[in-house]
Structures are given as structure tokens and as C-alpha cells.
């Protein structure tokens, strides 16, 4: 079992940049692939970007790419995600997953989640 706690959401302006942390319980955090997804209001579940169990993958999708960065500390137990240039597009509650091996942007397969935090993006 793993369980993930969100932080770091908050309100900012266009082209201003926030990190999120996810902080994770349980001795085996290294071995997860981690990833981040977000949903605004009315919306699907959004990939945003993942990361393998070493941190020597990432993966991200080309509206954040250049942008959004993805990275994990085995020994906090924590992956982050530093966002810069935000857009007020990018408006979401962004919630971390975990799952043993990377399931690439299908939010439906990931064994476990945060309960997210709130990005506001205002322009």
C-alpha cells in the first residue's frame, strides 16, 4: 500500500510558477513509477507528466513540455512537479499517482492516489 499526500497548490498569476510536492508513505517508494495528472471543472482526468522508479525517465505531453518538470527524491519519498510559465489554462486540481511500473496516460490503471490540491492560474 501506498499513500500519497499532495501540497504546494495555491493562486498565481500568468507566467508565474509554483512546485507541487507529493509526499508518499512506505518503504518501497522507489520502486513505484510516479506520475501527476490534473482536472479542471467539466473536464477529463489530464495526464501531465510521470516519472520512472530511478528518475531516469520522464514523460510528458506536449502541452506542458518545456514547461512542466517532473523529479523525485527516493530518499524523502517525494516526487515534485515544477510548473513555470503557468497559463490560466492550467487551472486543475492536480493529483499524484503511483503504480509499479509507468502506465503512460491512462489515469484509469494507476493503483493509487492524493486526494490533490488546487492550482489557480488567474491572467
Known amino acids: 500500500q501506498v499513500q500519497l499526500v499532495e501540497s504546494g497548490g495555491g493562486l498565481v498569476q500568468a507566467g508565474g510558477s509554483l512546485r507541487l510536492s507529493c509526499a508518499a508513505s512506505?518503504?518501497?517508494?522507489?520502486?513505484?513509477?510516479m506520475a501527476w495528472f490534473r482536472e479542471a471543472p467539466g473536464k477529463e482526468r489530464e495526464f501531465v507528466a510521470a516519472?520512472?522508479?530511478?528518475?531516469?525517465?520522464?514523460y510528458a505531453p506536449d502541452s506542458v513540455k518545456g514547461r512542466f518538470t517532473i523529479s523525485r527524491d527516493n530518499a524523502k519519498n517525494t516526487v515534485y512537479l515544477q510548473m513555470n510559465s503557468l497559463k490560466p489554462e492550467d487551472t486543475a486540481v492536480y493529483y499524484c499517482a503511483a503504480d509499479r511500473y509507468y502506465r503512460g496516460s491512462n489515469y484509469r490503471i494507476y493503483s493509487y492516489w492524493g486526494q490533490g490540491t488546487q492550482v489557480t492560474c488567474s491572467s
Open positions: 512506505g518503504r518501497t517508494f522507489s520502486s513505484y513509477a
Open positions: 516519472i520512472n522508479w530511478s528518475g531516469g525517465s520522464t
